[in-house]
């Protein structure tokens, strides 16, 4: 992963986005690029699965999910895509459980074969 690409500003960013390659770093064929709007955002065989911004982080869920984590305040549901299940938080703070999230993410975006391939090495 170009660790040279970021679209962060501020400090709280930046960290948001170290975190976030710690997680993405044990997962197979992420890729990690800045988007038209200038996010930083994770894709996996074209996939994305996490945009992230110096607002937050927006992850990739299911509807189900996404209704259970929403009764949560930290987490709300992002413009545009938020009717398909993805899900947004500003502060992560409680990075093991970000972690565990932003694997399910990766693994509702990847293909089979990866998705067997991550939970082999497990």
């Not at 993405?24 to 994305?48: A, M, Q, R, W, Y």
């Not at 869920?61 to 549901?77: A, H, Y």
Request: aromatic share 10%; charged share 30%; glycine share 8%.
């Amino acid at each position: 992963m170009g660790h040279d690409l970021s679209g962060m500003k501020t400090a709280k960013g930046i960290n948001m986005l170290e975190q976030v390659r710690l997680i993405c770093k044990e997962l197979p064929e992420v890729v990690d690029l800045i988007d038209g709007h200038g996010h930083n955002t994770f894709k996996v065989k074209d996939k994305s699965f996490i945009m992230m911004s110096d607002y937050g982080i927006t992850f990739k869920s299911d509807l189900e999910t996404q209704e259970i984590l929403l009764q949560e305040e930290r987490f709300f549901k992002p413009a545009y895509i938020g009717h398909r299940g993805w899900v947004s938080i500003s502060d992560p703070q409680d990075w093991e459980e970000m972690g565990v999230l932003l694997k399910e993410a990766y693994l509702r975006a990847a293909p089979k074969r990866l998705v067997k391939q991550f939970v082999d090495a497990e």
